[in-house]
């Protein structure tokens, strides 16, 4: 397993009863986690002293409860910095575990000694395009969503990055990943964190099983003739690190290159243990 436990401004304080005890900076939240599925003792005062609640519905959804947390606030990685607010279903705009993927790929890039092209798809609020650029690499980011685009560029300004060179693009990312192969364009590391389900800015419908290995076959071909990674992230369960190793040897067979995949994870304090956080299949050149 890859492990994220570099942080200190985020932690894992404890997880029971489907829920995770989570501390964002100054602030404690507590939002639920289909992972969680054992049943122990809820004794951190952290359970009690919390400043935000998710409380799913058993309907489907949920909602927020608010005790005292501001309406944005910032927490860092490193030299990056991330503005963080409470959204629909759960989410507060980062996947801390992705900081095991962002370490690796960012090393590989400042080593590489040559100038980089990176293809960030599905790319959020911006946190594999940060640590890619802070690298060194040159960065296109592609998401469906203008809200989410926007707060990545936010996240950039707050990390001093304004100036480095990405391209950020509001776009299908199936349909323009067919235009730049039209066009004849390349990248040397390709970087995606699809959704399992979504809508693209037209209606579109991406189902994770049905479109990512297309998906993949399309964006090997995208590859530059010295291509340095091929990174795919999954938060389906469906989709094991085996799974994702089957589809990167495929479409990337005749690389000279070598495919490993493993669960991500955060570690626990109060158990020290790790909770599992999806899996990530990354291709690396040899």
């Known amino acids: 397993m890859w492990i994220a436990d ?8 404890d997880c029971s009863k489907g829920e995770k005890l989570e501390r964002w900076g100054r602030y404690i939240l507590i939002r639920p986690d289909p992972q969680v599925i054992w049943d122990t003792p809820k004794t951190d005062r ?5 400043n935000g609640h998710y409380h799913r519905s ?16 910032q927490i860092h990685y490193g030299e990056l910095t991330f503005n963080l607010k409470p959204f629909s279903f759960k989410h507060t705009g980062l996947f801390p575990e992705q900081a095991a993927n962002w370490d690796w790929f960012a090393e590989k890039i400042k080593s590489a000694g040559r ?4 293809l960030n798809l599905f790319a959020y609020t911006g946190g594999a395009t940060l640590a890619a650029a802070a690298a060194g690499a040159h960065v296109t980011h592609v998401d469906a969503s203008k809200g989410m685009v926007n707060w990545a560029k936010e996240n950039a300004a707050s990390s001093g990055l304004s100036d480095k060179p990405v391209r ?17 364009n390349c990248y040397d590391a390709v970087i995606m964190d699809p959704p399992s389900y979504g809508r693209g800015p037209k209606g579109e419908i991406w ?3 049905d479109a990512i290995h297309p998906l993949i076959r399309l964006c090997a071909e995208l590859l530059s003739k010295e291509p ?3 990174l795919v992230n999954s938060y389906t369960t469906g989709l094991a690190p085996a799974v994702l190793t089957y589809m990167l040897a495929t479409e990337l067979k005749g690389r000279r290159g070598h495919v490993d995949a493993q669960e991500i994870g955060l570690p626990v304090t109060r ?3 790790v909770l599992p956080c999806g899996a990530s299949g990354r291709w690396e050149a040899d």
Not at 58 to 73: D, R, T, Y
């Open 168 to 184: 950020w693009l509001v776009d299908d990312c199936v349909k323009f990943v067919e235009r730049e192969l039209r066009r004849g």
């Open 207 to 209: 189902k994770i099983e």
């Open 6 to 13: 570099k942080w200190k401004d985020y932690e894992i304080i």
């Open 58 to 73: 058993k309907k489907g959804g949920g909602e927020w409860e608010f005790i005292s947390l501001p309406e944005q606030w």
């Open 46 to 50: 952290g359970w009690k002293k919390m």
């Open 228 to 230: 340095l990674f091929f």
């Open 271 to 273: 158990s020290g243990l």
């Open 115 to 118: 100038p980089v092209k990176v």
